[in-house]
T-cell receptor
């Protein structure tokens, strides 16, 4: 069974601080996605990483896919209150073929205080 | 111009009842999904349909029966509701089959409360 361990589960920081969220597994994934979910809404895709070692930037957010495609990280620079939300990593297993099946991590609840 | 829509947004019902949740997507995707998000925010896939054909069924009790009348719709019918069915149910869609992709677009969720 493929699992994604996400850490930390909860993070409360002050505006302007930096933070990193980790997503780890013992399994290899063909791709890994990061979603952000706000209360009362569905998850919204932030980024997809496909190649081992790949780094993608989205304004103050930096996403990295591990060289072995088993882990990923999300780094936020100078966090703002608008970054508050639930961050979810999700991996597409090598054996998922064309099913599109995603395995989700447990999520990281981020609170950025002004 | 909603991409993935679900109805109803909230559903409160008593144990033993039967209820349905509807989902529609206007993105032209060929694959649709149902997820369950529990009270700890863990999101777990339940079903997936590709071109109206069931392709994922993740050990969900057979009280849950998905139905896909066409590629743009995937409904979820739940019989004999139990307290443990209380959760937020999300519908999603994607173009499955794209190597390394599978980006999924989620609906706003249906919060089901069984009393």
């Amino acid at each position: 069974t493929q699992l994604l361990e996400q850490s930390p589960q909860f993070l409360s920081i002050q505006e302007g601080e930096n933070l990193t969220v980790y997503c780890n597994s013992s399994s290899v994934f063909s791709s890994l996605q990061w979603y952000r979910q706000e209360p009362g809404e569905g998850p919204v895709l932030l980024v997809t990483v496909v190649t081992g070692g790949e780094v993608k930037k989205l304004k103050r957010l930096t996403f990295q896919f591990g060289d072995a495609r088993k882990d990923s990280s999300l780094h936020i620079t100078a966090a703002q209150p608008g970054d508050t939300g639930l961050y979810l990593c999700a991996g597409q297993g090598l054996g998922s073929g064309n099913t599109g099946k995603l395995i989700f991590g447990q999520g990281t609840t981020l609170q950025v205080k002004p | 111009d909603t991409a993935v829509s679900q109805t109803p947004k909230y559903l409160v019902t008593q144990m033993g009842n039967d209820k349905s949740i509807k989902c529609e997507q206007n993105l032209g995707h060929d694959t649709m999904y149902w997820y369950k998000q529990d009270s700890k925010k863990f999101l777990k896939i339940m079903f997936s349909y590709n071109n109206k054909e069931l392709i994922i069924n993740e050990t969900v009790p057979n009280r849950f029966s998905p139905k896909s009348p066409d590629k743009a719709h995937l409904n979820l019918h739940i019989n004999s509701l139990e307290l443990g069915d209380s959760a937020v149910y999300f519908c999603a869609s994607s173009h499955a089959g794209r190597q390394g992709a599978g980006e999924q677009y989620f609906g706003p969720g249906t919060r089901l409360t069984v009393t």
